[in-house]
């Protein structure tokens, strides 16, 4: 377990490595000038290369790099003289826009973003789940075309249709509940859940429909596997059977999924962030690339990719866990 482990471990920090290169390499490539992004619109020729030579902007692009992946983990400082600015581990840089250094950005936005995707996460995960065994168990029954055709009606709605709907229905006709904005869960947590139960359903009713398409076909091949009609020739009841025997090994293809997509969640739901008008990462991100803030795009781009390795990373154990044969993989 141990040496299954470290193998998986090593081949995130690989991966995380590779796509912040490619991530550097695609932002400091471009035409436009980062020196004159960070100076702004009225900058002379000469401050643009003052800034160019503060932000190391002259150094060959494989320094840079290395100066970039350094001061992530341990800090680094712009410039020198009286003209140095200290930059704390994390160091992902400043804002070009705001000057402010991007993991505080980020911070700030993370907790926004991770009370909608957990949440989204149970609700879809508790809805997908229970709708896709009871298709599955109830096979060509009228409850079992019912799920199927409403699940195909709901994965076809947009986000942002449903969004709307949600808004003028919840919200503007009948005033049950307030318009979304973030409450922290330790101030209020009553209000924490009003506020995003919107967002969440928005968000779950998508996936819910995909993950109980899903399940059932998961649950449905598993079913007819032979050690679950060697367990049912044993006696043992249904419910054993299929919650041990069938539900269990059915469940890792939505295991992967999960990891896949909370992870992404985590970093942000841009179009769901949007129409709501939450504070979260995948709003800031949004912001960031309409005024082309090259440092925060590349901060929330590292934080996206962190979080669904890691995901991936996770689900990789529990799967060596549940399977004593993943762990030769």
């Known amino acids: 377990m141990i040496g299954f482990l470290l193998r998986r471990t090593a081949a995130m920090l690989v991966t995380l490595l590779v796509i912040c290169a490619l991530t550097f390499a695609v932002f400091y490539l471009l035409p436009n000038d980062p020196a004159a992004q960070f100076c702004g619109k009225d900058c002379s020729v000469e401050r643009i290369a003052l800034v160019r030579q503060q932000l190391g902007l002259d150094d060959p692009l494989i320094v840079q790099f290395g100066r970039y992946v350094v001061g992530i983990f341990a800090g680094q400082t712009f410039g020198s003289g009286q003209y140095a600015v200290s930059c704390d581990f994390p160091c992902f840089g400043y804002s070009f826009q705001s000057a402010q250094p991007v993991w505080d950005l980020m911070m700030d936005r993370l907790p926004t973003s991770a009370s909608l995707a957990v949440g989204a996460a149970v609700l879809w995960l508790g809805l997908g789940v229970s709708a896709g065994v009871l298709s ?16 195909i009606g709901i994965a076809a709605l947009p986000v942002y249709f449903t969004a709307m709907i949600l808004l003028y229905v919840v919200v503007t006709l009948l005033g049950i509940l307030p318009y979304p904005r973030y409450i922290a869960f330790t101030e209020n947590p009553g209000g924490w859940i009003a506020n995003l139960i919107l967002p969440w359903i928005t968000l779950a009713l998508i996936n819910a429909a995909i993950y109980a398409r899903m399940t059932r076909s998961s649950v449905i091949e598993t079913m007819a596997e032979p050690y679950v009609r060697t367990a049912r020739a044993k006696g043992l009841r249904e419910r054993r059977v299929v919650g041990r025997h069938g539900l269990r090994p059915a469940l890792t293809p939505v295991a992967t999924m999960l990891g896949m997509d909370l992870g992404g969640l985590l970093a942000g739901a841009l179009i769901t962030e949007s129409l709501f008008s939450l504070p979260g990462v995948g709003k800031l991100f949004a912001d960031s ?17 962190f979080f669904i390795v890691t995901s991936n990373l996770v689900v990789d154990l529990l799967y060596a866990w549940i399977d004593p044969r993943a762990r030769l993989a």
Not at 289 to 305: C, E, F, H, R, Y
Request: glycine content about 10%.
């Open 289 to 305: 690339l309409n005024k082309a803030d090259q440092p925060v795009i590349m901060g929330i781009t590292l934080l996206a990719s």
């Open 136 to 151: 599955a168990l109830r096979r060509g029954t009228w409850i079992d075309r019912t799920v199927m055709v409403g699940t």
